[in-house]
């Protein structure tokens, strides 16, 4: 006969605590407490907490603090079939369901949190981003090659990610500096600019209300700039930038760089102008007497 008795507390337990034997004990923690409060904060934290254990050593401190914009792939090593694995150990002790067709928009830990509180609490995902090829770009920007210093970009309602990697042929690394080539933090500050323009021209923030016309967005300001880190060829920098306010004509970013998860430089505020294109003028042409 088959015993059909449920398994006790104790038993539940001790079998969440062998499932997440490699884990640490915070993390184990959080998720005993949510299985019995089901608290949807824990979530974060636990899936966090998961991640970090199937990291190779020298990636977890980067876990530490600020995280949301480390990509799972390119600064932290994370593999499809290992993301898999996350994915299944965050769905038995969540007790919830990922979709695998909503793997691939999740590239961020800011995107795998996002996605999990939304799953926690019952809500829908969220909404999936703009992911925007080099092509495309080059195709919707005014500024070109040799001025262009943007490979590809993701861009959310609230939010915009781009990618850069300093190839060390850029013209002006031939003087900045004589044997020592530095990318100009003016430049990495220009690049923040141009993911805005991205954002204005593509992104769908509420504030946008019509088509921006891509000559008429100019650089205004910035303010509160803050570089840390040099960067220099073969650096892969990671941009982002989030709307703080938006009212025609003027858009005001924060904006981020950073190389490998690890800060480049900041900026408190960049400020764009920008314009609608004018509506089209039907042809009224009266083809009369013809």
């Known amino acids: 006969m088959i015993d059909k ?10 079998e969440l605590r062998e499932t997440l034997k490699r884990c640490s004990p915070e993390t184990i923690e959080a998720s005993l ?4 409060s089901g608290n949807p904060d824990l979530a974060n934290p636990i899936v966090i907490g998961i991640l970090t254990r199937f990291l190779e050593p020298e990636q977890r401190p980067k876990l530490q603090g600020e995280s949301d914009h480390l990509r799972l792939m390119e600064d932290l090593g994370v593999d499809s079939l290992t993301m898999v694995e996350v994915v299944m150990l965050v769905e038995e002790v969540l007790r919830i369901s990922i979709k695998n067709e909503d793997l691939r928009d999740l590239r961020t830990i800011g995107d795998v949190k996002a996605y999990v509180n939304a ?3 019952g809500l829908p995902p969220p909404e999936k981003p703009v992911r925007v090829d080099v092509a ?17 970009a993701e861009l959310h309602r609230n ?10 042929q850029e013209y002006f690394l031939e003087g900045h500096f004589k044997d020592r080539p530095i990318f100009p933090a003016s430049i990495q500050l220009e690049a923040l600019g141009q993911l805005g323009v991205l954002f204005l021209l593509k992104g769908k923030h509420p ?9 008429k967005i100019y650089f205004t300001s910035s303010d509160g700039v803050r570089c840390s880190r040099v960067c220099k ?17 003027v858009a005001v970013f924060e904006g981020a760089i950073t190389v490998n998860g690890e800060k480049a430089s900041f900026a408190e505020e960049i400020a764009l102008t920008f314009d ?4 089209s003028i039907p042809d009224t042409v009266s083809q009369s007497g013809v």
């Open 5 to 14: 008795t449920p398994p006790s507390k104790q038993d539940e337990e001790q």
């Open 33 to 36: 407490q949510f299985r019995q």
């Open 119 to 121: 799953i926690a609490r």
């Open 136 to 152: 495309e770009i080059v195709s919707v920007m005014p500024h070109q090659h040799p001025f262009l210093f943007l490979q590809e």
């Open 159 to 168: 939010e915009a990610r781009g990618v850069y990697k300093i190839s060390g």
């Open 207 to 215: 504030e946008i209300s019509g088509e921006v016309d891509a000559t």
């Open 233 to 249: 060829p073969g650096d892969i920098l990671t941009f982002t930038i989030k709307p703080k306010r938006i009212k025609h004509p």
């Open 276 to 279: 609608y294109l004018a509506p």
